[in-house]
């Protein structure tokens, strides 16, 4: 049972600016009238163009015709909710989506809420992180509507050990979904890089609260570079988006849907049928699931080795050079090694 405010997180874009755009949006071709907008939206005649004026300020292009009414002059790539909920019908993540303009970050406002009471399912998606969160407290550029900034809060029937799953899940589905943007395939580096062309353009985050036996709530933060024309100099090296790989704008609003219908697929595969379908399929599209000569850095050491496959709990295998046997690698960074 939600608790109280969980309803009203501060920031969460006005049901009314959500319902407006999608109007415009679904009429593109038509004009319409200001009382017909009122009436969909919940708003007075009078205040119709201060809303029009607000989705202005956010920099939809509506043109406004004397007498007639208005029309959006190009739909803009929004995640706008009430179109989102339409296209993930029959999936858990149509109940509750919550979207912010801007926003710290969404795992940070999804870990709130989940402990506010949110279900199962909810989706927090932002146009634009200030303070995004990566790996190893390291920072995620987010910059306005140029990429997907989503987290999904679960509360799945498993043991946290089996938890470092979610996150396979989440590569996977991210990687399906981005796969038929590119001319050749996306690859995903041991647990969470996606990458191509050896450069990295996504990242998952997952967070969870749990005790030993129960995940109380998990949050899966995915953050995918779609239409940033450039990266920060200190990063072209190794990192890239969707639009530098192909020269062109994707849109992030059909991107999302796939990604969450796919993780709604490997996520249902892994309730029902465990670890392995996801493993199996990890094998196929990841070049890191076996026989990649890597360097591993944790807090404790690094060292090179070969990688021998991934354990049922999600756990890298790398066969060490220094002849120490197998080592178990939990977390810790994962580079490609000479
Ligand atoms: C990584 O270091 O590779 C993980 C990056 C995860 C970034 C995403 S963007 C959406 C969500 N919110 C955050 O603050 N981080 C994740």
């Not at 907008?37 to 119709?48: K, N, P």
Request: overall charge positive; glycine content about 8%; charged content about 25%.
């Amino acid at each position: 049972m939600p608790k109280k405010g969980a309803a009203d997180f501060p920031g969460t874009t006005d049901r009314r600016i959500d319902a407006l755009l999608a109007l415009l949006a679904e009429n593109s071709t038509i004009v319409i009238s200001g009382a017909k907008i009122a009436e969909e939206i919940g708003v007075t005649r009078q205040h119709v163009w201060r809303w029009i004026e607000k989705l202005r300020t956010l920099g939809v292009r509506v043109k406004g015709h004397p007498h007639t009414g208005y029309h959006i002059e190009r739909v803009p790539d929004i995640l706008v909710p009430q179109m989102l909920r339409r296209r993930l019908y029959g999936t858990p993540f149509a109940r509750r989506i919550r979207h912010f303009f801007k926003i710290d970050s969404t795992n940070t406002a999804a870990m709130h809420l989940a402990e506010q009471g949110e279900p199962h399912g909810t989706i927090v998606l932002a146009e634009e992180q200030t303070s995004g969160r990566g790996r190893a407290g390291r920072s995620w550029l987010s910059e306005k509507s140029a990429g997907i900034y989503c987290t999904i809060l679960l509360r799945p029937p498993i043991s946290p050990a089996h938890a470092p799953l979610l996150t396979l899940v989440a590569g996977l589905a991210a990687r399906d979904a981005v796969a038929e943007d590119l001319d050749s395939a996306p690859d995903i580096r041991w647990p969470n890089d996606l990458l191509v062309g050896g450069r990295k353009f996504g990242g998952i985050l997952t967070e969870m609260h749990a005790e030993p036996d129960r995940v109380h709530y998990a949050v899966v933060g995915i953050g995918i570079n779609v239409n940033q024309s450039k990266m920060p100099p200190e990063l072209a090296d190794m990192a890239t988006s969707l639009k530098i790989e192909t020269k062109k704008n994707h849109s992030r609003f059909e991107l999302l849907i796939r990604l969450l219908r796919h993780f709604d697929r490997y996520y249902n595969q892994f309730l029902s049928d465990g670890a392995q379908p996801i493993l199996r399929r990890f094998a196929e599209v990841s070049s890191y699931f076996r026989g990649k000569r890597v360097r591993i850095t944790t807090s404790a050491e690094s060292f090179t080795g070969t990688t021998a496959g991934v354990e049922p709990s999600g756990v890298l295998r790398v066969a060490r050079d220094d002849g120490r046997g197998i080592e178990l690698v939990l977390s810790g960074d994962v580079a490609e090694a000479e």
